[in-house]
């Protein structure tokens, strides 16, 4: 499978009205996998567990096996040890995959008697097809599977990790499904995460309508429904930067060819569960100023409630748009002191300003900036159909609708969408 250019689209929450997009497909069913990822029963997403090193390997890197680094393990959260962990999966291939479940230190506390368990053709923890997966546990719906259970000895977070014999390559499950039920017996959904999910279609080109809720570290839910992308095999990560973290915004925004990225935010099938996850706030700008030292430079002064970002663009060239001449600067702000950006008197392409000049300053304070660079995507649309693209809602706190950005800028005719 040839190596695909990687695109990373970004978020902003701006002070905009938001439209929610509300799903209502298996309204009655109970589960958190398959449902989630496959709301039909022909396109398969499937969950591709992985030896392959190193986690930028153009082959899409590891996957909840004893190899993978916390960030690429498959975890689920429990609030107390009264709830219980039920659980079943289908293969795809005759291999012996076993499964351990670990709590966060890598103690095995599941199975009791530490010897891995093999994943089953039949009987409790084989999901027998996709009504099964989406309807969930039979302990909550007789149209579903008979699971597994896990007892967690106390809340926290533990990861499933599978092996097989070869210790290398990938296999795939078909049908999953990680339900978690509190001690009244109620399902809890948004439990299930990972930091840097691997799926593969089952068709080359079949389109893929899951939807997926980044967390982000300021504690702000986003919602992407992927609406029809057609991936074949990809990952999916988010994060505040881009493709890489290496202080220049600018740069780390941009497209590149093959895998590099870094996955930062945990990544749920559901809106995470606000007794687990709470909901985060969005902050305000108390105000911003500028300072002419005289000396070429200028500084922008500026005063915000909540650590975020601050996106300027210094409009240098007076017709609408961004200009080459135009000047953006990004930089962290933060709360309780000041945050000041300075301009170097330089315009975009290197020139310096005459004195004088007057200059329109734009200045975009961001909470919730979420990244997400795709991998190895082979078509954005399925037999020529035109893909409308992602569909993206800020889920909580209340707010504005994301806008969404790209800059692919680094790629032979590539575009740039920053407005």
């Given at each position: 499978?040839?190596?695909?250019?990687?695109?990373?689209?970004?978020?902003?929450?701006?002070?905009?009205?938001?439209?929610?997009?509300?799903?209502?497909?298996?309204?009655f069913?109970?589960?958190?996998?398959?449902?989630?990822?496959?709301?039909?029963?022909?396109q398969?997403?499937?969950?591709?567990l992985?030896?392959?090193?190193?986690?930028?390997?153009?082959?899409?890197?590891?996957f909840?096996?004893?190899?993978?680094?916390?960030?690429?393990?498959?975890?689920?959260?429990?609030?107390a040890?009264?709830e219980?962990?039920?659980?079943?999966?289908?293969?795809?291939?005759t291999?012996?995959?076993?499964?351990?479940?670990?709590?966060?230190?890598?103690v095995?506390v599941?199975?009791?008697?530490?010897?891995?368990?093999?994943?089953?053709?039949?009987?409790?923890?084989?999901?027998?097809?996709?009504?099964?997966?989406?309807?969930?546990?039979?302990?909550?719906n007789?149209?579903?599977?008979?699971?597994?259970?896990?007892?967690?000895?106390?809340?926290?977070?533990?990861?499933?990790?599978?092996?097989w014999?070869?210790?290398?390559?990938?296999?795939?499950?078909?049908?999953?499904?990680?339900?978690?039920?509190?001690?009244?017996?109620?399902e809890?959904?948004?439990?299930?995460?990972?930091?840097?999910?691997?799926?593969?279609?089952?068709?080359?080109?079949?389109?893929?309508?899951?939807?997926?809720?980044?967390y982000?570290?300021?504690?702000?839910?986003?919602?992407?429904?992927?609406?029809?992308m057609?991936?074949?095999?990809f990952?999916?990560?988010?994060?505040?930067?881009?493709?890489?973290?290496?202080?220049?915004?600018l740069?780390?925004?941009?497209s590149?060819?093959?895998?590099?990225?870094?996955?930062a935010y945990?990544?749920?099938?559901?809106?995470?569960?606000?007794?687990?996850?709470?909901?985060?706030?969005?902050?305000?700008?108390?105000?911003?100023?500028?300072?002419?030292?005289?000396?070429?430079?200028?500084s922008?002064?500026?005063?915000?409630?909540?650590?975020?970002?601050a996106?300027?663009?210094?409009?240098?060239?007076?017709?609408p748009?961004?200009?080459p001449?135009?000047?953006?600067?990004?930089?962290?702000?933060?709360n309780?002191?000041?945050?000041?950006?300075?301009?170097?008197?330089?315009?975009g392409?290197g020139?310096?300003?005459?004195?004088?000049?007057?200059?329109?300053?734009?200045?975009?304070?961001?909470?919730?900036?979420?990244?997400?660079?795709?991998?190895?995507?082979?078509?954005?649309?399925?037999?020529?159909?035109?893909?409308?693209g992602?569909?993206?809602?800020?889920?909580r706190?209340a707010?504005?609708?994301?806008?969404?950005?790209?800059?692919?800028?680094?790629?032979?005719?590539?575009?740039?969408?920053?407005?």
């Amino acid at each position: 499978m040839p190596e695909i250019l990687r695109r990373p689209f970004l978020w902003k929450i701006f002070n905009f009205l938001i439209t929610l997009i509300i799903t209502s497909y298996l309204k009655f069913s109970y589960a958190e996998g398959t449902r989630e990822l496959q709301p039909n029963s022909t396109q398969i997403p499937q969950l591709t567990l992985s030896y392959e090193m190193p986690v930028t390997s153009n082959t899409g890197g590891p996957f909840a096996t004893p190899v993978a680094p916390p960030e690429y393990r498959l975890w689920v959260s429990v609030a107390a040890p009264t709830e219980a962990v039920h659980f079943g999966f289908q293969k795809t291939s005759t291999t012996n995959i076993q499964l351990v479940i670990k709590d966060s230190t890598g103690v095995v506390v599941w199975p009791s008697s530490g010897t891995p368990w093999s994943l089953p053709t039949s009987g409790a923890g084989y999901i027998g097809s996709w009504t099964q997966a989406v309807n969930g546990p039979k302990v909550l719906n007789p149209a579903g599977y008979e699971s597994q259970v896990f007892n967690p000895p106390y809340a926290g977070n533990f990861y499933f990790e599978f092996s097989w014999a070869s210790a290398s390559g990938t296999q795939d499950l078909r049908y999953y499904d990680i339900t978690v039920i509190d001690g009244s017996g109620i399902e809890r959904r948004g439990r299930v995460w990972s930091k840097n999910w691997r799926i593969l279609m089952s068709n080359n080109n079949y389109p893929f309508y899951g939807q997926m809720f980044p967390y982000t570290n300021d504690r702000i839910v986003t919602q992407i429904n992927f609406n029809g992308m057609a991936p074949a095999r990809f990952t999916v990560a988010c994060n505040p930067t881009g493709v890489s973290n290496t202080g220049n915004f600018l740069i780390d925004r941009k497209s590149v060819t093959g895998n590099h990225t870094y996955p930062a935010y945990k990544i749920f099938l559901n809106n995470p569960d606000v007794t687990l996850f709470p909901t985060g706030t969005l902050g305000g700008v108390d105000s911003v100023k500028t300072v002419n030292t005289c000396d070429g430079e200028l500084s922008v002064i500026m005063y915000v409630n909540k650590k975020g970002v601050a996106d300027i663009v210094l409009q240098i060239n007076p017709l609408p748009g961004v200009q080459p001449e135009d000047v953006n600067l990004t930089d962290s702000v933060y709360n309780g002191d000041s945050t000041v950006i300075t301009w170097n008197g330089l315009d975009g392409l290197g020139n310096p300003v005459p004195s004088g000049t007057n200059i329109q300053i734009e200045v975009t304070y961001v909470n919730g900036l979420t990244h997400l660079p795709l991998y190895d995507v082979e078509y954005s649309q399925q037999g020529g159909n035109n893909w409308q693209g992602f569909i993206v809602d800020l889920v909580r706190p209340a707010g504005p609708k994301p806008k969404v950005f790209w800059d692919d800028s680094n790629l032979p005719g590539g575009t740039v969408n920053l407005t």
